[in-house]
């Protein structure tokens, strides 16, 4: 009822306004009954109904406030200020209409501070000067690759390595289930450069004393490698790599949650597993050490390998003499094509509990 006693009052009070604010209150008053209207139960605001409250903003600064009720002010304002942006990005547009740099400058710009991570924005100017193009410091900051696998220290461990293939070595522990629900461990060294497996051995109790055992049966006569990956178990013993050290080797234990730290042993893994293990159900050790001495012969004399051009790890002459024959592996898991003066070959013997024995 309160607003039945102050309706005279303000009427009175309109007759003193001038006619320019009374007719910008009943446009005010009418938009916003066209728009409860038209969007009936719940008003919605078209873009032309924002233009109209920016322009009625700046047309009547003091009332046009106290005859908003659709929205709240500083909507307006909002508004204002998003198409005070919007026309100023519309300004400063290209008057060509084209971008500053061609789409494959600014892929080339990408694609050599992705592949150079310890280059500069001046390195990469340097370089594009060299093939004639000219780009800006500006243009290069803000096309250079921004990729959160960024190494923190310049060096990946593709690039790691790769510098050091020839001299790394890889050390990695999987399990084998047996008839009897045992658990069988194998331990495995494989050679990064060639990727031939150099030893392999099997135990149902693995503890860093046969860890230790282990790394030395597969170095004899100082034959050892420069760096020997491995992960952080914990059979491997704490002082792993202060033994190693003693040996002339680098021990590499693998960041936490970095699988691919050590990916040429976990993809040896999954192909013991694929070829081998997986078709068969292994009876005890014995019986393990026995399938294992037969696929790691095959392994590194007979299978190729796509990392190294289909090539095999153990380099032999190719024979191309007498009547192709087929060799099964595994009582038949695998059968190989040779020719039968190849076939006749007696291959090196290899010991799971050792290495190749000449």
């Not at 709240?72 to 990005?89: A, D, Q």
């Not at 936490?256 to 042993?265: D, H, L, S, Y």
Request: with cysteine; hydrophobic share 40%; aromatic share 10%.
């Amino acid at each position: 009822m309160l607003w039945l006693i102050f309706l005279p009052l303000q009427a009175l009070l309109a007759l003193r306004r001038s006619h320019r604010d009374l007719a910008l209150e009943n446009l005010a008053l009418r938009h916003q009954l066209q728009v409860v209207l038209r969007t009936h139960p719940r008003p919605r605001l078209r873009n032309s109904d924002r233009v109209f409250w920016v322009w009625l903003h700046h047309l009547w600064p003091g009332g046009w406030r106290e005859h908003l009720s659709l929205v709240r002010p500083e909507t307006v304002i909002g508004w204002h200020r998003r198409g005070w942006r919007l026309y100023w990005t519309w300004r400063s547009r290209s008057r060509r209409g084209q971008l500053r740099l061609r789409p494959e400058v600014r892929d080339l710009i990408a694609t050599m501070s992705r592949d150079n991570s310890l280059w500069g924005t001046e390195r990469i100017r340097r370089e594009l000067l060299k093939l004639g193009t000219v780009v800006s410091n500006r243009s290069i900051r803000r096309y250079r690759w921004r990729g959160t696998e960024r190494p923190s220290h310049g060096q990946s461990w593709h690039t790691f390595l790769t510098n050091q293939l020839q001299g790394i070595w890889a050390a990695d522990l999987f399990v084998v289930q047996t008839i009897g629900f045992k658990t069988l461990y194998v331990l495995f060294f494989i050679r990064h450069g060639r990727r031939e497996l150099v030893h392999c051995n099997v135990t149902a109790s693995p503890t860093a004393a046969w860890i230790w055992r282990q790394v030395l049966e597969a170095t004899p006569w100082g034959q050892h490698p420069a760096h020997l990956i491995h992960d952080r178990d914990a059979v491997y013993g704490r002082d792993i790599d202060v033994r190693l050290a003693k040996l002339g080797i680098d021990g590499v234990r693998t960041p936490f949650r970095a699988p691919r730290a050590n990916a040429i042993g976990e993809r040896v893994v999954r192909t013991f597993r694929a070829e081998c293990l997986d078709h068969l159900i292994v009876i005890n050790e014995r019986h393990l050490r026995a399938v294992l001495t037969e696929f790691i012969r095959y392994y590194n004399h007979e299978r190729p390998h796509r990392t190294l051009a289909l090539e095999i790890p153990v380099p032999r002459s190719v024979m191309q003499e007498g009547r192709v024959v087929s060799r099964p592996i595994l009582g038949g898991l695998h059968h190989l094509r040779a020719s039968r003066v190849n076939s006749d070959c007696i291959l090196p013997p290899y010991s799971v509990s050792g290495r190749t024995r000449p």
